[in-house]
């Protein structure tokens, strides 16, 4: 009965992972207290709302666009960025300049991640969870690590289901009515990771639930104006840069979790 032990783990595995996400989920989506809690912001500037929809990468993105806009920056669809204006407007387009180096010119990906942590989107970020629009830091690596220990515990009762299944010296067709029971621990994972996604989508993992009543009340940037685009960017981010050569220079060198 070597197949009751493996089916126990399985089913330890996956209960406390399901918990622990339950528990998580639940404290994230649980207003900030108001206690030593600064006011809202009243009104959120274009890199404030970026950052809620996308995280820092996402205001990295909308400051090179910005800049290529206004010729401060020129994006080449080659994945280089060349300084054209090296005076910026704001401290975000500043550390973008400082990120290109002296010569004036980089590939743009290491541009973005450079941005993407300088200390003035560090210092938004603190703005923004101080307002209680954002999630802190914590509680955002918190909620991505219960995920991935469900999808780990998922692994693990199929691994645990085909050990059991390949015990030596068992009876013909015992195989099948064991496979069985490791079914309801996966079901219980995968069920788990599935609300957790719907409960989460279309939501911003950056924002909290002010930040993202915030973004929800936002209208549908029109088209035509470069205010309009720059809107678009920071809520939708690149895809909604419809000038192919620009969306290919901003997606150049990205990385799957490196944001969209």
Known sequence: ML???FLLVAW????????RLCLVTAGAAQRPSEAGREPALHE???YETAFLAGGPHRVADLALVSMHLRRRLLLAHTGWATVVDPEGRDEVERTVIRAIGPEGQSRIAPIRAAAAAAEAVLTLADRLVAAGLAVPHGT???LESAVRAVR?????VVVLAAAAALIPGQDPGYAGPVVAWFGLPLV????????ARVENHPYSPWASPSGQQWLDSLPAPAHGADRDLLAAVAVRGVGAVEDPALRAALRSGRTAHSGR
Not at 12 to 19: E, K, N, Q
Not at 152 to 156: I, R
Not at 188 to 195: D, N
Request: glycine letters at 10%.
């Open 152 to 156: 780990g515990a998922a692994v693990l």
């Open 188 to 195: 219980l994972t995968l069920g788990c990771l599935a609300i």
């Open 140 to 142: 955002r690596t918190t």
């Open 44 to 46: 959120l500037n274009l």
């Open 12 to 19: 330890g595995a996956a209960a406390i992972s399901c918990i």
């Open 3 to 5: 197949w009751v032990l």
